[in-house]
């Protein structure tokens, strides 16, 4: 079954504009990180946030563990913001005997100016 | 020393080639992965070093060879390609297993 969901999977937004993004995981987490992918295929660490709220500068992310959801907030978004973002969970591998980073699918976000 | 440095950055090479793809840190991280993109898909795993030894295989063709001379340096040999391996090639490291990654920027790979 899917273990990482995320939410929506395109978002398209006017520069200055407020947003969202969500990921759903399936079992109890340990590790669990935000990741932007820039239209150069780098994936860049948001945030390493297993529980609790972090912020920098105009992003902030929330975790809550018991819930098994994270949310990453963008304000004020720029063009610069456009890229993939990941939710990636620490999650047990389908056989049980070991733990692996999961990705979710991602969302596109498109800042147009 | 903040970075994982991935070389090179691009690679094309033909099916009877044999390539190796490189990946090194400084952060004194333990752990180290190979992660494979198709285009508009997440990251896939494909090697966990843990410690300087493979502790996962995700049932990788063997046409991928890792190998973890130590404990900064991962490489990633290829040998006998096939087209639908061209992807980006992602390194990543971390202090130990399961805490956080930091990312390569990749080698973006084209089999020919």
Redesign the interface.
Known sequence: GIQVEQSPPDLILQEGANSTLRCNFSDSV??L?W?HQNP??????LF?IPSGTKQNGRLSATTVATERYSLLYISSSQTTDSGVY?C?V?LRNSGGS?????????TLLTVNP | DTEVTQTPKHLVMGMTNKKSLKCEQHMGHRAMYWYKQKAKKPPELMFVYSYEKLSINESVPSRFSPECPNSSLLNLHLHALQPEDSALYLCASSRNRGYGYTFGSGTRLTVV
């Open positions: 340990n590790n990180q990741f150069w295929g780098q994936l860049i660490n390493y990941f990636a620490w070991n733990y692996k980073l999961t990705f979710g699918k991602g």
